[in-house]
């Protein structure tokens, strides 16, 4: 059920050749029901004036992006790209690496991750009596969400129909916790409360080259 490394096998290797990036060919409505979703939760927390909560999700899912596009370049470039989705998983593929529901779901994962934070988030876990030292509750926040994800991660790799795909062998749960989720989280978690000339230009910064990105590499080929 669980999968905890890549194959390396021909069988996971033919299913990564055979990924058709933004072909409508699955299809279906369920695309604009997750994107009604995703748009009305962003709006209630709008309207609501929850601003820092936008912001999570915005930082999480900005870094989402630059991984998936230096992950589909990866491919680009090595023929087989760290991770990447079956076709009959999906209704639609974005990049080579990422479908539209794992992308909507992580536009939402800054924003679940953010408000599973105490209310306090100057709180820290392991403190010793008289002194300030111990674990940001942002921090540890972040370790078990990553760990969270990168677990499910695993489930999704082992599926029978190829829903998640690694064929490194290197390639695996640890790394993918390391190098992925914990950047993730730790988006979400520290980004809302960064100095506000600080944070609008994290976030300027990061979807100014997701989008430059976007707009280059595609139209080339590369992604």
């Known amino acids: 059920m669980f ?9 996971a290797k033919a299913l990564v050749d055979a990924v058709r990036v933004r072909s409508t060919e699955n299809f279906n409505w369920t695309f604009i029901f997750i994107l009604a979703v995703v748009f009305y939760v962003y709006w209630t927390e709008i309207q609501k004036k929850n601003y820092e909560v936008v912001y999570a999700g915005l930082a999480l899912y900005g870094v989402h992006w630059m991984y998936e ?20 998983s999906t209704t639609f593929i ?21 408000k599973m934070l105490p209310a306090d988030r100057t709180k ?27 677990l499910f991660e695993s489930f999704l ?9 690694w ?8 790394p993918v916790f390391i190098t992925t989720y ?6 979400s978690n520290y980004v809302p409360d ?5 944070r609008k230009r994290f976030l300027i910064y990061l979807w100014g080259c997701v989008a430059l990105c976007l707009i280059v590499f595609i139209p080339l080929g590369i992604i």
């Open 167 to 174: 064929v490194y062998k290197w390639w695996g749960v640890i």
């Open 182 to 187: 914990v950047p993730f989280f730790l988006a």
């Open 157 to 165: 790799a082992g599926t029978d129909n190829g829903s998640f795909l």
């Open 69 to 88: 596009i230096v992950n589909a370049i990866i491919g680009k470039i090595w023929q087989y790209p760290l991770w990447t989705v079956s076709n009959a």
């Open 94 to 114: 974005l990049l080579k690496g990422v479908c539209w529901e794992l992308s909507m779901m992580f536009a939402l994962a800054g924003i679940i991750s953010f």
């Open 124 to 150: 820290r876990y392991f403190t010793k009596s008289g002194t300030k030292k111990g674990v940001s509750c942002k921090l540890a926040g972040a370790i078990e969400m990553a760990l969270l994800f990168a």
């Open 194 to 198: 960064m100095a506000p000339e600080k």
């Open 3 to 11: 999968q905890f490394w890549g194959t390396g096998t021909a069988e």
